[in-house]
T-cell receptor, first 113, second 116 residues
Framework: RKEVEQDPGPFNVPEGATVAFNCTYS??????FFWYRQDCRKEPKLLMS???SGNEDGRFTAQLNRASQYISLLIRDSKLSDSATYLC??????????????FGRGTSLIVHP | GAGVSQSPSNKVTEKGKDVELRCDPI?????LYWYRQSLGQGLEFLIY????????KSGLPSDRFSAERTGGSVSTLTIQRTQQEDSAVYLC??????????????FGEGSWLTVV
């Protein structure tokens, strides 16, 4: 079982749509959670951290369910510029014993006119 | 600059040659990570530095891969006797602290390695 699993998509949605991405993680000792965005042939960039109480940043809402080991990202009113790959990131103890950010393979979003 | 800087941005090398990839993290960041991303794949963890020490090398794929960090700053990832399967983008990231803190990690633009 992969440590961080995401539906690869692609999710193909019209402008203005609401879209939700899910992510599950296997290590219950994980401590910190993030969503990153990666554009084609670019480096990943932080979109938002994810807190247990849930948090919102403009059109983006992130939720964490520790009991189910599940993270979600909701994007409202999608824009063309939201087209990218969204990476779920979980920081937890690695096989080497350190807390390492582990990345999911990403969910591809395509927003069309 | 203020961000993570990596060099070279692109490197084409012949199979069997050694390559060195450099990372200059954000000033003051004690944690430094190397990842590898093959075409169409996710990020694969390679090694983590806290200061000059590497407490976690569990992601290095073989003994052809090594890395060091000096002065708590610049890190070099060395790949010896490169193979075609080493072709990937090598991403360096830094963070103010490591451990189980919730600090964001910031990436450089990567070094694109092609082994021919």
């Amino acid at each position: 079982r992969k440590e961080v699993e995401q539906d690869p998509g692609p999710f193909n949605v019209p402008e203005g749509a609401t879209v939700a991405f899910n992510c599950t993680y296997s290590n219950s000792a994980s401590q910190s959670f993030f969503w990153y965005r990666q554009d084609c042939r670019k480096e990943p960039k932080l979109l938002m951290s994810v807190y247990s109480s849930g948090n919102e940043d403009g059109r983006f809402t992130a939720q964490l369910n520790r009991a189910s080991q599940y993270i979600s990202l909701l994007i409202r009113d999608s824009k063309l510029s939201d087209s990218a790959t969204y990476l779920c990131v979980v920081k937890g103890p690695s096989s080497g014993g350190s807390y390492i950010p582990t990345f999911g393979r990403g969910t591809s979003l395509i927003v069309h006119p | 600059g203020a961000g993570v800087s990596q060099s070279p941005s692109n490197k084409v090398t012949e199979k069997g040659k050694d390559v060195e990839l450099r990372c200059d993290p954000i000033s003051g960041h004690t944690a430094l990570y190397w990842y590898r991303q093959s075409l169409g794949q996710g990020l694969e963890f390679l090694i983590y530095f806290q200061g000059n020490s590497a407490p976690d090398k569990s992601g290095l794929p073989s003994d052809r891969f090594s890395a060091e960090r000096t002065g708590g700053s610049v890190s070099t990832l060395t790949i010896q006797r490169t193979q075609q399967e080493d072709s990937a983008v090598y991403l360096c990231a830094s963070s103010p602290t490591g451990g189980n803190s919730g600090n964001t990690i910031y990436f450089g633009e990567g070094s694109w390695l092609t082994v021919v």
